[in-house]
């Protein structure tokens, strides 16, 4: 794994629950695709000529995880009877904002589609999550009602998690050996573009066509060597060939966010949107149990 990699399974752990649902709805699609495309009996694979054929994979699938895939579809089908005959609509730019929410928590938007496209979903599956998300959080707004005290009383038990830590906004030149590292440290004094060079001689190919660029990283988050030099950068400075475990780093100090306290006034948004969150998910359960009594539903999977 290259450095880039070492924070991308951290990013990947804020945001992985997308991915999850998005997993969920590619196994009914892929079910459907098998099952329904000409020639149930068609093989599939063999192994030493005994024959695997399309209905026995549909049916393991289904036995694995077709209750949980059928519940989310119905659900789904649900939540938007309920927003058409309310009037709910989701807009194009509701959905942007939350996809630049996620392009930030992943640590760019580059970062996120290597995450897309290495789980094998589109930018459209994602969009689908979240309009779908929107509407159900639309739909739950008006049995809500978040009070100063709930406020408060999350603050308290979750102050840590709204002190900032110091971060640095760093990029990196990663190659294999002292002397190129050297060597490209001159180039850069002599004033060459930094990003050209990443782009030029970088080994980490997660982050070369980016110009190096890494994003934000806190302590903690970096292998020893890398943090240690990072930190101890001003804006715009560039570090002395740095050897790592993955090579020699030349790092470039972009940005500096500086350590701050957890402040209630200042942390009320992300609170009040935590806080929102957490209700809707517990009305929401309860909301599904209601629909499902209100609507006529058949699972014909449930006596199979």
Not at 65 to 81: F, H, P, R, Y
Request: with cysteine; hydrophobic share 40%; glycine share 4%.
């Amino acid at each position: 794994m290259n450095l880039e990699g070492c924070i991308q399974s951290m990013n990947l752990q804020k945001k992985s629950n997308i991915f999850i649902i998005l997993a969920i709805l590619a196994m009914v699609l892929a079910v459907g695709a098998i099952f329904y495309t000409k020639g149930k009996s068609e093989v599939v694979a063999s192994v030493n000529g005994q024959k695997i054929t399309k209905t026995e994979l549909y049916n393991l699938m289904v036995k694995q995880n077709g209750s949980q895939a059928l519940n989310s579809l119905i659900a789904e089908k649900i939540v938007d009877l309920e927003a058409k005959k309310q009037n709910t609509v989701v807009s194009d730019q509701e959905i942007q904002t939350e996809l630049n929410e996620y392009y930030e928590s992943y640590g760019g938007q580059d970062v996120f589609f290597q995450a897309l496209t290495s789980s094998g979903f589109t930018l459209d599956d994602v969009k689908k999550d979240i309009a779908f998300s929107l509407k159900i959080r639309k739909l739950m707004e008006p049995r809500i009602t978040v009070s100063d005290d709930d406020l408060k009383a999350y603050f308290e038990e979750n102050k840590t998690s709204f002190a900032q830590d110091k971060q640095v906004k760093v990029s990196h030149i990663l190659v294999d050996t002292l002397e190129e590292a050297t060597e490209i440290k001159k180039r850069l004094a002599s004033g060459e573009d930094y990003a050209k060079l990443a782009q030029e001689n970088s080994t980490d190919t997660a982050t070369r066509d980016n110009g190096g660029m890494l994003g934000f990283i806190r302590k903690g988050e970096m292998v020893e060597e890398f943090e240690e030099a990072a930190f101890s950068l001003k804006v715009g400075q560039i570090s002395d060939p740095v050897k790592t475990e993955f090579g020699y780093h030349l790092i470039k100090a972009e940005d500096i966010k500086e350590a701050q306290e957890a402040n209630f006034e200042q942390s009320k948004p992300q609170i009040f949107e935590a806080v929102f969150e957490q209700q809707v998910e517990a009305e929401y359960n309860a909301w599904i149990e209601e629909m499902h009594q209100q609507y006529k539903i058949e699972n014909f999977l449930a006596n199979k």
